[in-house]
Every structure is written in C-alpha cells, then in structure tokens.
C-alpha cells in the first residue's frame, strides 16, 4: 500500500498536461521503454469523448460515455510494460474480444491501451500512465464499460502478463498475472539455456467435463518421450508442479527447438503414459517464453505460445 501512495505521490508532483505546460508532442521525450504513448495520447486528444448511444452491435455492458474536457496523460508518465491474453470462455462457449483502458483519474481524461484483442490472442507490449488503474472491458465498451478484470500497473522496470480467462466455472471470470520482469518474476534462464513457463489457469473452468475426455485437468509435463521435464523448484529440494490450476511450471531447456508433452497427472504412470498435447517451444539462450494451456470446450486441450521480448 505505501508503495501504490509514493507512487501516486510522485505521479502528483511530476504530471504535467499538455494543456497546462504548453508543450506539444515534438516537446514530449518517448517514454523509457514502449513507444505506444504518443500514438494513443494522440488518439486521446483527437477521437470524440461523447457518443450518442452505443452502436447496434455493441457488447451489451457497452455505454453512453461522459463527455470530459480533461487533457490526455502526458507521455512522458508512461512507463513499465503490459501486455494482456484473452482466454475467457462464456457459459455457451462463447468468446467476446476485449480492451484495456487507463481509467480517468481527477486530472487527466482516459486513454485506450489494448483494443480488440481475440480469444486465444494477446495484445502488444504496452506503457502505460503513472496512477491510473487499469481495466478490461469487453470490446467497445469504452472507458466508463463494466469492469471485467483489473490490470497491475507495471512501474519502470516491470514486465507483465495478463490472462484474462474464466475461474472455476464456465462464464465466471478471473486474471491471472504472470510477472515477466521486475518483483515476483522468475530469474533469468542459466547460463546457455532458455526457460519456459508454464500456465494453464483456463482449464479449472472445465475441470469435470476434461477428465472424462482426456483423463485429467491437471498434467505432467513431459519432453515429447516418456521422461517428465525437470523443474526449477526440483533443484531446490521439491517436488515437481502438476500443471493445472493457479501453479505454473517452470523448466529450462536447450537453444532451439524443445518438445513438450502434456500428460493426465490423475495416472500413476506420470509422463509414461500417452499425451493429450505435443507442442514445440523454440527459445534462444538467456530468452524466455510463456506457453498457456487452454481449452475451448472441455474436450481439446491447446496452448498459445508466446515469446518473452525484452522491452525492458
């Protein structure tokens, strides 16, 4: 909490608007680590704040939003990284593309950050302004839109994840953050080796119907034979993480190519069974990447592979 008020202190006495400090974009330095600052401070400033009514088409949470006469976040506030993955399954297995606005806070108007990401997508890399909360809101909805998800705020130095999917029953709604750079991050891969982690936080929505299709809800990750991966936690005396629910995985792998195989964690004979899902995960040395095991319906198992970039 003392860190959020110090940084809301600091976001006070270092603001700036446009409108109050007479600078203008070519005045504006980038911000230290994404570029997308100037670009939707621009879209901010020029689009309309006001809307007769929500399009014919639009989400049904979608509003009439309040017309604001409050300058656009300076750019130059805009830091960390974020990005957000869409994985949310409605209760007719149903998706519905999402956005992510920076709020209104008391000095600066709102301003669109991730727009129109798809199921089984993930947005850019973003910045985004000092002290504003962050939103997903279905797509269009706009800033004043119903809530679906809250989003951390990285600070400089910070790399985050979000995946936006279902909790434990189809419909319902949670956010998962997996923290890429900055606190509760993994360390960075051993020398000569990449890492991969592991999520699959989607699944527990269709826990019952998946272990009648697929034996399980919960897996083994083996390396495409039937030897089980190790994990990082095993070098400190631990056992293995099944994968499934809110626990990632985490294992180091050689340069290049590397497969991997998803096993039942429900058998006893771990990952000397038959898999469910064999994917390839390509990294380079001292690079990451994140895989998020998903599924659609309860009967096929997915997953999305993302690499890690190194904005920061």
């Known amino acids: 909490m003392g860190h959020e008020f110090a940084r809301a202190a600091l976001a006070a006495a270092l603001a700036c608007s446009v409108a109050a400090c007479g600078s203008t974009d070519r005045d504006v330095e980038p911000p230290p680590v994404l570029d997308n600052a100037r670009e939707q401070v621009a879209t901010a400033t020029s689009s309309p704040s006001t809307s007769s009514g929500p399009p014919a088409d639009s989400p049904p949470d979608s509003?009439?939003?309040?017309?604001?006469?409050?300058?656009?976040?300076?750019?130059?506030?805009?830091?960390?990284?974020?990005?957000?993955?869409?994985?949310?399954?409605?209760?007719?297995?149903?998706?519905?593309?999402?956005?992510?606005?920076?709020?209104?806070?008391?000095?600066?108007?709102?301003?669109?950050?991730?727009?129109?990401?798809?199921?089984?997508?993930?947005?850019?890399?973003?910045?985004?302004?000092?002290?504003?909360?962050?939103?997903?809101?279905?797509?269009?909805?706009?800033?004043?839109?119903?809530?679906?998800?809250?989003?951390?705020?990285?600070?400089?130095?910070?790399?985050?994840?979000?995946?936006?999917?279902?909790?434990?029953?189809?419909?319902?709604?949670?956010?998962?953050?997996?923290?890429?750079?900055?606190?509760?991050?993994?360390?960075?891969?051993?020398?000569?080796?990449?890492?991969?982690?592991?999520?699959?936080?989607n699944l527990q929505a269709f826990s019952a119907t998946m272990i009648e299709s697929v034996g399980g809800d919960a897996f083994f990750v083996g390396d495409g034979t039937s030897v089980c991966r190790p994990q990082r936690i095993e070098a400190d005396g631990f056992p293995p993480n099944v994968l499934g629910g809110t626990q990632q995985v985490e294992f180091e792998v050689a340069?290049?190519?590397?497969?991997?195989?998803?096993?039942?964690?429900?058998?006893?004979?771990?990952?000397?069974?038959?898999?469910?899902?064999?994917?390839?995960?390509?990294?380079?040395?001292?690079?990451?990447?994140?895989?998020?095991?998903?599924?659609?319906d309860g009967v096929t198992v997915d997953a999305l592979i993302l690499p890690v970039a190194r904005v920061i």
């Open 255 to 296: 340069p290049g190519p590397a497969a991997i195989s998803l096993h039942p964690w429900f058998s006893a004979d771990g990952c000397d069974q038959p898999s469910v899902l064999d994917l390839t995960v390509e990294v380079g040395a001292g690079d990451s990447a994140l895989v998020l095991v998903y599924s659609r």
């Open 63 to 201: 509003v009439t939003t309040v017309p604001s006469e409050l300058p656009p976040p300076d750019p130059s506030t805009f830091d960390g990284a974020n990005r957000v993955v869409n994985l949310w399954v409605g209760p007719a297995g149903e998706t519905t593309p999402i956005d992510v606005w920076g709020r209104r806070t008391f000095t600066n108007g709102p301003v669109l950050l991730a727009e129109d990401v798809a199921f089984a997508t993930a947005s850019d890399y973003f910045a985004a302004p000092s002290g504003y909360d962050l939103v997903v809101v279905s797509a269009g909805a706009g800033p004043d839109g119903a809530e679906r998800a809250g989003m951390f705020n990285a600070v400089d130095g910070e790399q985050i994840t979000l995946v936006f999917t279902n909790g434990d029953d189809v419909g319902g709604v949670a956010a998962t953050d997996v923290f890429e750079r900055g606190r509760r991050a993994p360390e960075p891969p051993a020398d000569g080796t990449g890492l991969v982690v592991m999520s699959a936080a």
